[in-house]
């Protein structure tokens, strides 16, 4: 049985796209005016070359063309390849923030590709575009407009679940209807991932040192004693002087990410741009990154 369902989701996908690539584009032309000036269109132009989108020559004519005729998936392309130089003297680092743009341009790839992704892969993809922007400079305009579709994702996904009462949703490109299997087993491996299967025994860190040096661990919280520190009886120990001997505590939290505490560290803890108060639970959600001294802590969840 196939039911049709009317949902606001892909709108609102088509808006983050939108959106971001008018951000980001923004300033990806500022870069290069301060790296090639007059230039800079040019060496767009040259950049752009290998992009899948067709481009005019109407397309360069001037900075409000180019933001208008470049896909994101092209503006994302450029920055990927270009990062050093593009995001020199931002806030924005090769590691981990370059992950946030692949991840937002590999949602956007299997969109334009008419294929299946779920509410929470649309729901990261927003909040890595927010992440990212909100290290931009004047990015306000943007940030909150994809603020507020972060916030209606984030409400989506929380409602979905898979059994008897609820389905699945799933959804395509614009201008295709929506539709949901009522049988479960044939949904499409990116949408499946909206599924309640994955427990905090099987998310993973990532754990990155000194912009090189990266290791993962596994996440096997018994009771509620995992400990991430420096001391010799944390369940992660770092190497890194800035960390605290106990300095997070992780709890379990549903299935989507885990709880974590700040245990009145000397140098504190960020989640994304957020700084924790001590004592204070937060949701580390999948894909979240967590900076304790110099060390950045990215969960993962499901195979290494």
Request: aromatic share 8%.
């Amino acid at each position: 049985m196939v039911v049709e369902v009317d949902n606001p989701i892909p709108v609102w996908i088509g808006e983050l796209f939108q959106i971001s690539r008018d951000g980001f584009m923004e300033y990806v032309i500022k870069a290069y005016k301060r790296i090639h000036q007059q230039g800079y269109m040019q060496a767009i132009a040259k950049d752009l070359k290998e992009c899948p989108t067709q481009l005019t020559p109407e397309t360069f004519a001037n900075d409000k063309s180019l933001v208008a005729g470049v896909d994101l998936y092209c503006v994302l392309k450029l920055m990927i390849e270009n990062w050093d130089r593009l995001f020199q003297g931002t806030k924005l680092r090769k590691i981990p923030d370059r992950d946030y743009a692949q991840r937002l341009k590999d949602v956007r790839n299997a969109w334009a590709h008419q294929r299946p992704i779920s509410t929470y892969d649309a729901f990261l993809a927003a909040q890595a575009a927010h992440y990212l922007l909100n290290k931009l400079p004047d990015s306000e305009r943007f940030i909150q407009k994809i603020g507020q579709i972060v916030q209606s994702l984030a409400q989506q996904s929380e409602d979905i679940q898979i059994g008897q009462e609820s389905l699945p949703k799933t959804f395509v490109s614009p201008g295709v209807t929506a539709k949901v299997e009522a049988q479960v087993s044939d949904i499409d491996s990116q949408t499946e991932r909206v599924k309640p299967l994955i427990n905090a025994g099987e998310f993973y860190i990532q754990v990155i040192q000194n912009d090189s040096q990266t290791r993962c661990e596994p996440v096997s919280i018994q009771g509620s004693h995992f400990v991430i520190g420096r001391g010799v009886h944390s369940s992660i120990q770092l190497g890194d002087p800035r960390v605290s001997r106990a300095h997070l505590l992780l709890m379990p939290n549903g299935n989507d990410g885990l709880k974590i505490v700040d245990l009145h560290s000397a140098n504190g803890t960020k989640l994304e741009t957020q700084n924790l108060e001590p004592n204070q639970p937060a949701h580390w959600m999948a894909g979240m990154s967590v900076m304790i001294g110099t060390t950045w802590l990215i969960l993962r969840q499901g195979q290494r």
